[in-house]
């Protein structure tokens, strides 16, 4: 199947906006990074107005779209209600930050993180499809929500770099003055990433290994009746495995395993060391957490191949 690069940006951005959501969201309930919170809902909402432009350039009649929502079990309207919730949270959120005193209840940071994770899933299961066997998998929401639990904690490490004064304690307090809530907050953030790239790794990996055994879906049953293609299989089964040999070989080892997981593994454990320059590691993490998050989409695309002949 054809790369849908509008597709693959629209999820890259839910993912990567649901993830400094949902991270902003966890640093509220552990009581740090209270100033920080600002420039992570901005950078949020940011994100999520790109994967929403994002998905117009897939429609060839972009006009059309509202004629799809009148359907509640389709999945662009399912997302739509998912990204207006999120949406809505944000709004909730931003009220709360603006206050004098900026601090998140904890109930709304719960339902931060609850919308985030729905963002993900819902997105996902849009391309649940019997007919396409590599692409049925509750394993693919898994694969999403590791790009989100990586995505989120580096961006906000780098934010908090970006914006010191968010960790620092009272407005005229240095921005790097030991606080209780610096090193709560750099804490959770350390720890947030080692499990998110853990996470990111494992179920990249699985989601990998269901799109190899999916191809015992497929079989040999003759050629298509099309006249136009007298000589395509109807089914192909090196299409749906090609993730071992084939086009989709290089980038899911190299671009998905090695660049996307293992590299942000490396540096999400050596941010925790005490003295490590946290900074250009997760850098360096989100940059290749990027491309591995790229290359995992070019590969669902590439085993995409469909059965819906029988359907």
């Known amino acids: 199947m054809e790369m849908q690069w509008p597709l693959i940006l629209f999820t890259l951005f839910m993912a990567w906006s649901a993830g400094v959501f949902g991270t902003a969201a966890v640093l509220a309930l552990a009581g ?70 900026p601090v998140v209840p904890r109930w709304l940071a719960v339902a931060a993180i609850v919308v985030s994770v729905a963002l993900v899933v819902v997105m996902s299961h849009s391309y649940n499809m019997a007919a396409r066997p590599a692409w049925d998998s509750p394993l693919l929401w898994l694969a999403y929500l590791g790009n989100a639990a990586l995505f989120g904690p580096l961006t906000v490490t780098l934010l908090a770099a970006i914006f010191p004064a968010a960790e620092g304690g009272s407005e005229g307090a240095p921005a790097t003055a030991p606080t209780e809530a610096v090193a709560r907050a750099g804490s959770v953030l350390a720890t947030s990433g080692v499990v998110g790239a853990v996470a990111n790794a494992v179920l990249s990996v699985a989601w990998g290994a269901s799109v190899v055994m999916s191809a015992a879906s497929f079989t ?92």
């Not at 919170?37 to 994002?54: C, D, K, N």
């Not at 998912?82 to 931003?94: E, G, K, R, T, W």
């Not at 997760?282 to 491309?291: E, K, N, S, T, Y």
């Open 32 to 101: 740090g990074g209270k100033r920080v919170q600002m420039p992570a809902l901005v950078t949020s909402v940011v994100l999520l107005a790109v994967g929403g432009i994002a998905v117009f350039f897939h429609l060839e009649h972009w006009d059309r779209i509202f004629n799809g929502f009148g359907n509640p079990t389709s999945g662009i309207t399912q997302e739509l209600i998912a990204i207006v919730l999120m949406a809505a949270v944000m709004v909730v959120y931003f009220v709360y930050l603006r206050k004098p005193e």
């Open 220 to 311: 040999e049953v003759g050629l298509y009746w099309d006249p136009t293609h007298p000589n395509y299989p109807i089914a192909n089964p090196a299409e749906a495995a090609n993730i071992l040999s084939g086009e989709a070989s290089f980038l899911f080892w190299i671009g998905v395993v090695v660049i996307g997981c293992a590299v942000p593994v490396v540096c999400a454990v050596l941010g925790r060391r005490k003295g490590a320059p946290a900074v250009p590691l997760a850098g360096v993490g989100l940059a290749c957490a990027i491309v591995g998050a790229v290359c995992l989409r070019m590969v669902f695309y590439s085993a995409g191949a469909s059965v819906f002949m029988f359907y």
